[in-house]
T-cell receptor
Framework: DSGVTQTPKHLITATGQRVTLRCSPRSGDLSVYWYQQSLDQGLQFLIQYYNGEERAKGNILERFSAQQFPDLHSELNLSSLELGDSALYFC?????????????FGEGSWLTVV | AQRVTQPEKLLSVFKGAPVELKCNYSYSGSPELFWYVQYSRQRLQLLLRHISRESIKGFTADLNKGETSFHLKKPFAQEEDSAMYYCALGTQGGSEKLVFGKGTKLTVNP
């Protein structure tokens, strides 16, 4: 158990809908990362938050947004869903987000868009 | 730009045989390299990182800056080593986001 908790584990929704994925980082970790894992694109970095502030942005679509709350949990919002958004979404956390910190991953949230 | 290349999508070996999973990176700064393992689409687990120079489950990896490589090796593969292996590059500059390779699926046959 990495200590990173993600909910829901599985989610099936229709195209055009909006979903929210939730992540609780390991105790004491200030940095949260979101990754998308799909069969054709592999593991793609989406976005990173550090202590409530956005720190780095990757290949995140405009239809997607994220935030980190004062209690350090994070949510990834996916809207106007398309079939191609079906993927495994991982949350990860690390202590400070600086170079040298190990990143620990959650179990992921399986999103299926039908 | 940072990039990680794992040239082999699939690698199949027999139990007891040596295994080497290749990883090459491209990064202008001082790299931090990691290997993560993923069993059956579960969460990614850190296998090892180059700065700790440790051996986990018999796996080792050496950073070769001249060849920009961080190949993962194990002298005697076991069936339970069958999994997806991802090489990852950690970047500097205030963010520890990881850039992943596309992964290599290792199958160890009995």
């Amino acid at each position: 158990d990495s200590g990173v908790t993600q909910t829901p584990k599985h989610l099936i929704t229709a195209t055009g809908q909006r979903v929210t994925l939730r992540c609780s980082p390991r105790s004491g970790d200030l940095s949260v990362y979101w990754y998308q894992q799909s069969l054709d694109q592999g593991l793609q970095f989406l976005i990173q938050y550090y202590n409530g502030e956005e720190r780095a942005k990757g290949n995140i679509l405009e239809r997607f947004s994220a935030q980190q709350f004062p209690d350090l949990h994070s949510e990834l919002n996916l809207s106007s869903l398309e079939l191609g958004d079906s993927a495994l979404y991982f949350c990860a956390s690390s202590r400070t987000g600086d170079s040298g910190n190990t990143i620990y991953f959650g179990e992921g949230s399986w999103l299926t868009v039908v | 730009a940072q990039r990680v290349t794992q040239p082999e999508k699939l690698l199949s070996v027999f139990k007891g045989a040596p295994v080497e999973l290749k990883c090459n990176y491209s990064y202008s700064g001082s790299p931090e390299l990691f290997w993560y393992v993923q069993y059956s689409r579960q969460r990614l687990q850190l296998l090892l990182r180059h700065i700790s120079r440790e051996s986990i489950k018999g796996f080792t990896a050496d950073l070769n800056k001249g060849e920009t490589s961080f190949h993962l090796k194990k002298p005697f593969a076991q069936e339970e080593d069958s999994a997806m292996y991802y090489c990852a590059l950690g970047t500097q500059g205030g963010s520890e986001k990881l850039v992943f390779g596309k992964g290599t699926k290792l199958t160890v046959n009995p």
